[in-house]
Nanobody, 120 residues
């Protein structure tokens, strides 16, 4: 069993910054990729950013230059630094991890979501 615990979502004004954290715990052998997705009301869930074990990152075009994803492999934690926030960034943000467990099973794990609201 693997769990993801997210934190950092809140209400912020446009132009402001937030930092989301996601910590993985449980029966983890190795985590391949970790990342963040978001889902706005009435919209499909979309990729925000993803990072590999080696630190390679991939960002949605809409957040490039504003968001930075980093990873602490020793703590199985990722951080999403969000700057220059816009009202259209308002969404529930979900952490995601692709995990190889100690039992050598592959799991795709999702967090419970954290709400980010950007006011204009």
């Amino acid at each position: 069993q693997v769990q993801l615990v997210e934190s950092g979502g809140c209400l912020v004004q446009a132009g402001g910054s937030l930092r989301l954290s996601c910590a993985a715990s449980g029966s983890i052998f190795i985590i391949n990729t970790m990342g963040w997705y978001r889902q706005a009301p009435g919209q499909q869930r979309e990729l925000v950013a993803i990072i590999s074990t080696g630190g390679s990152t991939n960002y949605a075009d809409s957040v490039k230059g504003r968001f930075t994803l980093s990873r602490d492999n020793a703590k199985n934690t990722v951080f999403l630094q969000m700057n220059s926030l816009k009202p259209e960034d308002t969404a529930v943000y979900y952490c995601n991890a692709a995990v190889i467990t100690i039992e050598h099973s592959y799991l795709e794990v999702w967090g419970q979501g954290t709400l980010v609201t950007v006011s204009s």
